[in-house]
Every structure is written in C-alpha cells, then in structure tokens.
C-alpha cells in the first residue's frame, strides 16, 4: 500500500540535479549546470558567524527574522521593515507567500520557460498554473498585452527579472505597465529579484518601485554568494505579514538564527566591494562565451542581461536536448542543464550555461565543446 499523495505525486524530478549528481561522479567535470556561485560568502559575513557561534546560544529567532536584518534589507530595498518577512532561503518565501495568496485551484501565471520550482511547487499546492509562453520577441518576458489575453483574470502572476533560465531583464516601462495593469484588475504581481545586483549594463528596477502592492521575492544566495546559508525574505503589503507570520511560525518557527546574525555583515561596504569583484567575474566569464559559442554554432541565445545564465536555442543540432547534455557529459565531462526542466513543451531545443565558475574552467569548457562539436 502507498500513501504518496495524488499532487507529489505529479511533481517533477528537477533534472539538472540528475545532471550534477553524474558530473560529481567524475574527476574532469565541469560544472556549468547550477547556479551556485562557486565563491564563499563575504569575508566578513564568516568572519561574524565564528564570533555568534561562540558567544551565543543561538536558539529560535522571531518567525518574521531578527529586527536587525530586517532593518538591513529594509534599507537595502528603501522598504518598511515592517514589511520585511525573512525566509528560509526564497524557496521558504514561496511556499509560504503561495500559501498565503492562493487557494487550492487559484489561478496564477508564470512565463515558459520559467523556473522550474514554482511550478513543482504550485503543481504539490493544487494551484491552477497558466503558462504564459515567452519567446525572443519579447525577450523571454511577459507583456500587458499576453497577460490581457488570460481570462478569467488570474489570482497572481510572477515576473522573473533577471531571469532564470535566459537571464533577460524585463523593460522598465514594461514592468510599469505589468505592475499598473495588476492594480488595475485586482492581480497580485509577485516580482522574483533574487539576481538583482547581477546584471551588465542594462538597468533593472524593483516592482516595488511601480506598485506598493507588489510582492518583491529576494535571497542572499546569488548576488550574494550564499547559497546554502539559506536566507531569503519577502517584502510584501501590510496585510500580508500576519498571515505570513501566522504560517511561517509553524512552517519554520523561524529562519536559521547563525545565518540571520552573520548576515547583518553581508550589506556593509566591506562586503559589497567583494561582492562586486564577483559580479565583474561573471561578466568576464560572460564576454568569453558570447565571443567563443557563436563561432562554433551555438549563438542563438536570449540577451543575458543579468544573472549567470545563457538559454541557447540548439535545435539545429537535436530535438533531445536530455539525452544531448547526458552525450555532452558522457564524452567530455561538460555538465549543462537541459531546458526541459525550465519548459516542458519546447525545453527540449534549448540548453541552459550557469557562468558563475572561474574563467579557467569556462575557457576549458568552451574548448572541450569546440572539440566536440567538431
Ligand atoms: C529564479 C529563482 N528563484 C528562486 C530560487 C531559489 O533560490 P534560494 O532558495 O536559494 O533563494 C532560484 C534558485 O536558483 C531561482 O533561480
């Protein structure tokens, strides 16, 4: 007899684990299918946690996060601290925000390709997901007029910018409109910035800049470089806190506490210059791929304008991008992620690059492809 329920049920594997898991089996991997900044968190963020492990108990926290950080990201957002919900990583803040927003069967839109998370998720809350089918003529992002189109008008909807997998960030004037078009109509715009503080030259504004009745979703794990400390937060409207501690207090109870006191040290200047060297690095890991893949035949990629990623169309070389990263892997110890998991109707003609490795191993992979692509 099974007890697995009917919606886990119907979660989806996310593929690039099964990707990583193989690529760790070999001592030539080069990792390019996470994104997972391979540097460590600042200095002086280490630095505080060897201190706060020593000299405090470090028990539960407030659910909602001490008030210090929620103080930092409130300046760092130019938001409320009152309207700052610290998470376990984003992930915690979007199954508790969904559980907060949505009902079982609540509609709500996200863009194809799209992070794959907030469909599995949505998928195991028995949410109604519309997929919203994105392309390059809209530089893989949702417009007023796609959203429009969806009727009855959807309970929520979430932007992605910079996004992940393309790494496009939406135009300003367009996520004014989005934002002025859910006002309208009574939508919650739900706005993903977790890679806000990555992007190369094209300006990227918060949705909270256009609405105050916007979601902002962001994380201490990319721009940051901590991931496994697991921090994330919500600034959300005054009438979603209390639901939102309400859950979260019996989600989580609270936020891990070392991570929360260390993290006071990552918004300092100190920290921010580090912080910023990282973000040159990936713009130097950047330049080499859109100088080398074009020239060996695989250039028909989304602007990346921010983040560490590059979604590039290889339907000129397979129908099974799968099995094609699972052959790439198997003949030169290359790992990438396959765009299925991102999209499952048209994943399988596009591959995803994470560049947030050193220089050396994105040259030696742009040599390995090279070779094997003849
Ligand atoms: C777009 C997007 N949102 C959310 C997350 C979740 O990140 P975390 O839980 O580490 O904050 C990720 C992770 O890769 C992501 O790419």
Redesign the pocket.
């Known amino acids: 007899m099974s007890f697995i329920s009917e919606r886990s049920a119907t979660v989806a594997p996310f593929r690039v684990m099964k990707i990583l898991g193989a690529a760790h089996k070999r001592d030539d991997a080069l990792v390019l299918c996470?994104?997972?900044p391979a540097t460590s968190a600042p200095t002086p963020v280490i630095r505080s946690a060897h201190h706060w492990l020593d000299a405090h108990t470090l028990g539960y926290t407030p659910t909602l996060g001490i008030p210090e950080l929620r103080q930092k990201i409130a300046e760092y957002h130019n938001a409320n601290p009152d309207n700052v919900v610290v998470t376990?990583?984003?992930?915690?803040?979007?199954v508790a925000l969904f559980l907060a927003v949505l009902d079982p069967g609540d509609t709500i839109v996200m863009t194809r390709p799209?992070?794959p998370?907030?469909r599995n998720t949505l998928a195991a809350l028995g949410a109604h997901i519309i997929d919203l089918p994105c392309g390059p003529d809209t530089r893989f992002q949702p417009t007023v007029d796609k959203l429009a189109h969806i009727q009855p008008t959807p309970r929520a909807v979430i932007v992605?910018s910079p996004?992940?997998?393309t790494g496009t960030i939406i135009d300003l004037e367009e996520l004014r409109r989005i934002a002025g078009w859910c006002e309208e109509v009574g939508c919650l715009l739900i706005s993903?910035e977790?890679?806000h503080g990555i992007s190369y030259g094209r300006p990227c504004a918060s949705a909270r800049d256009y609405s105050h009745r916007a979601v902002t979703?962001?994380?201490?794990?990319?721009y940051f470089s901590m991931?496994g400390w697991?921090?994330?937060w919500l600034i959300v409207p005054d009438d979603l806190v209390e639901p939102l501690e309400n859950l979260e207090a019996n989600l989580a109870l609270c936020p891990p506490a070392i991570s929360q006191y260390a993290a006071l040290e990552a918004f300092t200047p100190e920290s921010r210059v580090e912080l910023d060297a990282h973000v040159a690095d990936y713009a130097r890991a950047r330049d080499v791929l859109l100088q080398e893949l074009p020239s060996m035949g695989l250039g028909n990629f989304a602007p990346p304008d921010g983040?560490f990623y590059l979604y590039i169309d290889i339907s000129h070389l397979t129908d099974d991008s799968e099995q094609w990263c699972d052959q790439l892997l198997h003949d030169t110890g290359v790992a990438i992620a396959p765009g299925v998991d991102f999209d499952p109707i048209d994943g399988h003609k596009y591959v995803r690059v994470s560049f947030c490795v050193s220089l050396e191993t994105i040259r030696a992979a742009c040599d390995r492809l090279r070779q094997w692509l003849g």
């Open positions: 996470v994104g997972q376990t990583g984003s992930s915690g803040a979007f799209g992070y998370a907030y992605t996004d992940n997998p993903d977790i890679y979703v962001g994380s201490l794990s990319k991931t697991r921090l994330g983040g």
